[in-house]
T-cell receptor, first 108, second 120 residues
Framework: EIVMTQSPASLSVSPGERVTLSCWASLSFDRNLAWYQQKPGQAPRLLIYGASARATGVPARFSGSGSGTKFTLTISSVQSEDSAIYYC??????????FGQGTRLQIK | QLRLVESGGGVVQPGRSLRLSCAASGFNFRGSAMHWVRQAPGKGLEWLGVITYDGNNQYYADAVKGRFTISRDDSKNMVFLQMKSLRTEETAVYYCARGNVRDEMAFEFGGQGTIVTVSS
């Protein structure tokens, strides 16, 4: 089973800042990684799949990159509505499909 | 517009069974892999299993293998999660999700989930 570890656990930033969230895999793989955004009381929303492809309707300020054991989600200019928990997910070696523990992003 | 409506949750005693349903609309259900994912209170996401687009294969997480069964009824655009021998630690919100059309192991959620509480 591939264990996914996200960092930081939480962060607080001001609107307009550039934010980078990290996701580390216990085993190396190419691009079978997704990112999700979850706001309180809501289902998760797919942001990125294939490590770097934006899902339909996702704003261009969200971008994904990485391969091997390190993947990143970048928000180029964070907005107040981006306050949420962000999860990474690997689907390279499955079952099982596994998630990171999440990064909580707060906007000041 | 993708829409998934989960139902069937409730309070159930440990060791008992429960069947969850997920009604799908707004997309080509017959061509889609369907997943179940759960989230315990205040915790992260846990993948439970998937049924392939044709219903011929199902794959499960070890934690539920042998106790949970995923099935689908394409005539009704529905997918089901039959859960047996439930444990208190399986109290969670249960979501169904569609496999993304370009990458079916990435999930598209379209509902609010259904809450399962396992308690005596």
């Amino acid at each position: 089973e591939i264990v996914m570890t996200q960092s930081p656990a939480s962060l607080s930033v001001s609107p307009g800042e550039r934010v980078t969230l990290s996701c580390w895999a216990s085993l190396s793989f190419d691009r079978n990684l997704a990112w999700y955004q979850q706001k309180p009381g809501q289902a998760p929303r797919l942001l990125i799949y294939g490590a770097s492809a934006r899902a339909t309707g996702v704003p261009a300020r969200f971008s994904g990159s990485g391969s091997g054991t390190k993947f990143t989600l970048t928000i180029s200019s964070v907005q107040s509505e981006d306050s949420a928990i962000y999860y990474c997910q690997q689907y390279n070696n499955w079952p099982p499909i596994t998630f990171g523990q999440g990064t909580r992003l707060q906007i000041k | 517009q993708l829409r998934l409506v989960e139902s069937g949750g409730g309070v159930v005693q440990p060791g008992r069974s429960l069947r969850l349903s997920c009604a799908a609309s707004g997309f080509n259900f017959r061509g889609s892999a369907m997943h179940w994912v759960r989230q315990a209170p205040g915790k992260g996401l846990e993948w439970l299993g998937v049924i392939t687009y044709d219903g011929n294969n199902q794959y499960y997480a070890d934690a539920v293998k042998g106790r949970f069964t995923i099935s689908r009824d394409d005539s009704k655009n529905m997918v089901f999660l039959q859960m047996k021998s439930l444990r208190t630690e399986e109290t969670a919100v249960y979501y169904c999700a569609r496999g993304n059309v370009r990458d079916e192991m990435a999930f598209e959620f379209g509902g609010q989930g259904t809450i399962v509480t396992v308690s005596s």
